[in-house]
């Protein structure tokens, strides 16, 4: 409670406030404890209350007018003021209580008895063994400043006072590039940098182009916000905005965000960037585009070079009219379509693409030389969503269906395995929610879905992941153990894991179970007796002389007929996937045995072909 007059007053404290520490501290004030005298009223009405920082010179006094501290200069202080934000740092009792009874600008004099001030069991302020801390003291409190602050940091180095809120609610980080106004104040009032004297500063968040403490407060403001940053010494990175003489203790950094443009390292390594350089509309990245929506764009294709050479322009080149795509089909290059599916409808990017997510694997236009770098200028004006199949009937959901498949297959024969696999995998998601109605339905249902299984398992095949490809197959065949186009995709993609003997029984499986699979069966085999000896071959030049001991030394033994078969012919299937020649196959079927031969060594020695196998030399011979 603050006196209105200028005789002491005694501070009684107030019991109905919240249990916390403080509380609990404030549970040693006893009457006389604490007395206050204004010296100089302040003005308004409002005090302090927890959340707000305070900013007050303190000078302490013995009873007998004696300064023992004080933060002013002309009582031998550094002239700081002194900063705190009530509920949050760590204050001695008297003051906890007392300034929260100051209005801004007053001067009171706090009569404080030890147990109240340092002198307190477990203070948590400490002071040097030569302080008084057993007196009772006098301490002048002149109430600078007070006001609502945002704690940037646990310490409390970093504290920020918004004078301007800004717009929006995105505010920059890592990497976006930022314009800013700043200034800069030392704790003591000294201008070390002048907004007059510069213009607007750029810099990257997360580059360390300015001091820690000022970015981290930076990273709290939205466009347009211009706020007071307090930042400490153990935040004062050095930087090239600003170079601190030794000692400075803190910071005051009056900031204006001007501007900020988001920038995304697309590929985590810096050569596909997208910078926002107009806001759009809506949140990111609920509003963004879906897979498969239908887009409508305006760009501009630039080459990364000096002079920025436009190569295409929708605004002139396409009579005005926009770019319509659908996303997701391999329409319009990579990086192109990676960027685009993070905007905002209205927002405009710029793109910069190296050449293989440009057009090293699109078609390029006649003035793009090959390997160059392109900038795109993207507008995304709106966009559609994919259709929704909720209440669709069952023919008008095959017929979608079939529409995405044979996108698939498409992309799929033009090598852009990820993407038709997304296409196989939509439709397989929506399947979930079919029922047909008949046994005629149920059965077109069931075949369409094997073969988006094995669809997709033809792409993870393609893509090097040939587990995936095992557990796409086995979806058909733990409903269908005799689907003999399963078998063979399985087997392809047990051969490519290293699995020979589970693709063996595979392959072997499909001709027990239709004898007109045979062909491709037997040129599955032959490809299968390839790669065994073709590993084996790799096997014994990387472990040649291991055993190179006599009696027994290892051989190149080759068996009649194990000479690698080049110029296998491959025909396109019509869900995508390349399969042997039935032709082809029997022809080199005539050159050998498909099944594997065992050594007679492993008739003696058993235990041999683990270690062999451990090493990677199962089909070794030992002569």
Not at 217 to 224: K, L, N, V, Y
Not at 229 to 251: F, N, R
Not at 292 to 304: E, F, T
Not at 370 to 380: F, N, P, S
Request: aromatic share 8%; glycine share 10%.
């Amino acid at each position: 409670m603050a006196a209105k007059g200028d005789g002491a007053e005694d501070y009684v404290p107030k019991t109905n406030k919240a249990s916390s520490e403080d509380d609990k501290r404030r549970k040693k004030m006893v009457p006389g404890g604490l007395m206050k005298a204004v010296v100089r009223p302040g003005g308004g009405e409002s005090t302090p209350s927890d959340g707000d920082q305070v900013i007050y010179h303190c000078t302490v006094r013995t009873l007998e007018g004696v300064v023992v501290q004080s933060s002013k200069s002309e009582f031998g202080g550094k002239g700081i003021p002194v900063r705190h934000v009530l509920g949050k740092s760590k204050m001695i009792l008297g003051l906890l209580e007392g300034i929260p009874t100051m209005l801004k600008g007053e001067v009171a004099m706090f009569k404080i008895k030890p147990q109240l001030h340092y002198g307190e069991d477990d203070c948590p302020i400490q002071v040097s063994s030569s302080f008084p801390k057993d007196d009772e003291l006098h301490f002048e409190i002149e109430m600078i400043d007070f006001f609502k602050a945002k704690v940037i940091t646990d310490d409390l180095g970093v504290v920020k006072k918004v004078i301007d809120e800004g717009q929006g609610w995105e505010s920059p980080r890592e990497p976006y590039e930022v314009k800013v106004r700043i200034s800069a104040k030392t704790g003591d009032g000294k201008l070390i940098l002048s907004p007059e004297q510069k213009e607007p500063y750029f810099f990257t968040f997360g580059k360390s182009e300015v001091p820690k403490g000022l970015e981290m407060g930076i990273g709290t403001m939205a466009r347009g916000e211009k706020a007071v940053i307090y930042v400490t010494s153990q935040y004062l990175s050095d930087s090239p905005l600003l170079h601190l003489e030794e000692g400075t203790e803190e910071v005051h950094f009056e900031v204006e965000l001007v501007h900020f443009i988001q920038v995304r390292d697309m590929l985590g390594d810096g050569r596909l960037m997208k910078r926002r350089i107009h806001d759009g509309r809506g949140e990111f990245p609920m509003d963004c585009p879906l897979h498969d929506s239908r887009l409508q764009v305006h760009y501009k294709g630039m080459l990364l070079n000096e002079e920025k050479t436009v190569f295409y322009d929708t605004r002139v080149d396409n009579d005005g009219q926009p770019l319509e795509f659908s996303s997701g089909e391999g329409l319009v290059p990579e990086g192109f379509e990676m960027c685009v599916r993070l905007m905002l409808p209205g927002e405009v990017a710029l793109v910069t693409c190296p050449p293989d997510y440009a057009y090293d694997k699109f078609p390029r236009p006649a003035n793009v030389p090959e390997g160059a770098h392109v900038i795109w200028e993207i507008e995304l004006l709106g966009f559609e969503m994919p259709q929704d199949w909720t209440g669709l009937n069952f023919r008008s959901i095959m017929d979608e269906a079939e529409k995405i498949r044979s996108t698939g297959n498409r992309l799929f024969k033009e090598g852009k395995f990820e993407l038709a696999k997304a296409k196989y995998e939509k439709v397989l998601r929506e399947f979930n929610h079919v029922n047909p109605q008949d046994d005629e339905e149920g059965k077109e249902f069931v075949n369409t879905r094997n073969l988006l299984h094995l669809n997709v398992a033809a792409c993870y095949l393609k893509m090097g992941e040939s587990r995936k490809s095992i557990e796409a197959c086995n979806k058909v065949l733990d409903a269908n153990p005799v689907h003999v186009k399963a078998l063979y995709r399985r087997g392809m993609a047990y051969m490519s894991a290293g699995d020979f003997n589970e693709a063996r029984a595979d392959f072997k499986a499909m001709t027990t179970i239709d004898k007109s699979s045979e062909p491709d069966a037997t040129a599955a085999l032959l490809k299968l007796k390839q790669k065994e000896q073709e590993l084996e071959r790799k096997a014994r030049k990387q472990f040649k002389g291991l055993f190179d001991k006599k009696p027994g030394e290892i051989a190149d033994a080759r068996t009649e007929g194990a000479e690698e078969h080049e110029g296998v012919v491959e025909t396109q299937t019509s869900d995508g996937e390349e399969e042997p020649g039935a032709d082809k196959a029997r022809e080199m079927h005539e050159s050998g045995d498909a099944s594997p031969r065992t050594s007679w060594f492993s008739h003696f020695w058993p235990t041999g072909g683990r270690l062999f196998t451990a090493l990677g030399l199962e089909r070794c011979s030992i002569l």
